[in-house]
C-alpha cells in the first residue's frame, strides 16, 4: 500500500501549522485514505454539554487562552440552546446549554453533569462513511444531509458511540462560513493579560473514553469494524497498577493518527479505581478527558496555573527515584523545571514526552484535561500510570470515593 502524506485541514492551516510541527505535536503520519473505507480527515469539533454555557465559554477564554468565534442562541433564532464556539490553534470546542426548560440539552445536563456529548469528525465523504458504518452495525442517528445558508453547504450525520456519546461527521469543503449554517461569527470582550501567550495550546491530540467493565474489547471492535481504526497502544497489568485501583486500556487511531482514542475499562482491585469513580458520577460511559498538544509545556503551565487551573500534584519522589532518571535520559527542561511544576516524563523508543493533569474543571469528579509536549513518542504515557493514579487516589480519597 502506497502511504501518501497526509496534507493539511483547513483549521490546520488556519492556525498557521505545519506538517513538520503536526508530526511533532500530535504524531501525525502519513497513510493511505483512497483505501480507507471509512476516511476521517481529522478532529471537527468537540462539543461539551454545561450547565451555564455563557460562564463556561468565558472560562476557556481566560483560563485556557481559547478565542471566542462564533455563537448560536436567541438572539440569532435558536430558541433551545446557546453555543459558544471556541478555538486554540486546530481545536475547536463548542460549549453548549439549554435555555428553553424542554431543551433536551437541560436531561443530558441533568444525567451527566458537564460532559462531552459528541466528538464530530471532519470526512471527505459523508455518505461513504455512513454506508460503512451501517453495514458493520452502528446506529445511524442522523441519516447524510445538507444544511445551508449564504456561505455554502455543509453535509452532515451523525453515528452512535459508547453510553450518550456520539460522532458527528461533517463535510465542509463546500462552506466557507465561520462554524455551521446557524451560528453568527463573534468574538469577545475579554482581554489576554499583559505577556499571555498567543495560544496556550496548538491542536487535539487525542480523547479518552470510560467504559463499564467486560465492555473495552467490544468498544474497539466497534472502532475497528465500524470506523475501520487501527489498535496503537494495550496497557494491562501491574504496571498500570496501584495497591487500590486498577484499570485496562486500549488505543485506537485513525490512518494518519490525528484522531486518537484511548478506551479505559475498570479493572478488579482493592477498591474504586478513578474509571469507577467516573461511571458512578457520569451515570454511564463517557469522555473522561481531552489531551492538548502544546509545543512548550512549560510555559503553558505557569500561564494556566497563573489564570486559576489547578493540576494533579507529583510526588517529590517521582523525580528522585533513580529508575526514572535512568530511564528517562536527557529531555529538553531540567528535572528541576519539571518537579517545580508537577510535570510527568516518559520515553519509549521513538522519543519522550511530557504531560500533566488538570483536576476535574467541573462539580462532579468527572471530565478534566491532560497537556502533552511530544518529541518523538507516539506513546501515552505509560511509565507515568502508576504515579498518575496514586495522585488521583488521593483526590479520591479527599472527596471520600475511593
Known sequence: MTMTDPGLTPDEKAANLNLEQLKQLVGLVPYNQSTDPFPVTGWDAIVFVVGNATQTAHYYESAYGMELEAYSGPETGNRDHKSYVLRSGSCRFVISGGVSPDSLLLDHHRQHGDGVVDIALEVPDVDRCIAHARSQGARVLEKPHDISDEFGTVRIAAIAAYGDTR?????????????????????????????????????????????????????????????????????????IATDYSALMSKVVANGNHRVKFPLNEPAIAKKRSQIDEFLEFYRGPGVQHLALATNDILRTVDAMRAEGVEFLAT????????????????????????????????????????????????????????????????????????????AIEREQDSRGNL
Open 167 to 239: 460522532h458527528t461527521l461533517i463535510d465542509r469543503s463546500g462552506y466557507t462560513g465561520v462554524y455551521l449554517p446557524g451560528y453568527v461569527e463573534r468574538s469577545a470582550g475579554y482581554v489576554k493579560r499583559d505577556g499571555a501567550p498567543k495560544r496556550m495550546f496548538q491542536a487535539l491530540d487525542h480523547v479518552v473514553g470510560n467504559v463499564e467493565l467486560g465492555k473495552m474489547d467490544e468498544w474497539v471492535t466497534y472502532y475497528n469494524k465500524v470506523m475501520g481504526f487501527l489498535n496503537m497502544a494495550e496497557f494491562v497489568g501491574d504496571d
Open 315 to 390: 510526588p517529590d519522589s517521582y523525580y528522585s527515584d533513580p529508575a526514572l532518571r535512568a530511564r528517562i535520559g536527557e529531555v529538553r527542561a531540567p528535572i528541576e523545571e519539571l518537579q517545580s511544576r508537577g510535570i510527568l516524563v516518559d520515553r519509549d523508543e521513538d522519543g519522550y514526552l511530557l504531560q500533566i493533569f488538570t483536576r476535574p474543571t467541573g462539580d462532579r469528579p468527572t471530565v478534566f484535561f491532560e497537556l502533552i509536549e511530544r518529541h518523538g513518542s507516539l506513546g501515552f504515557g505509560k511509565g507515568n500510570f502508576k504515579a498518575l493514579f496514586e
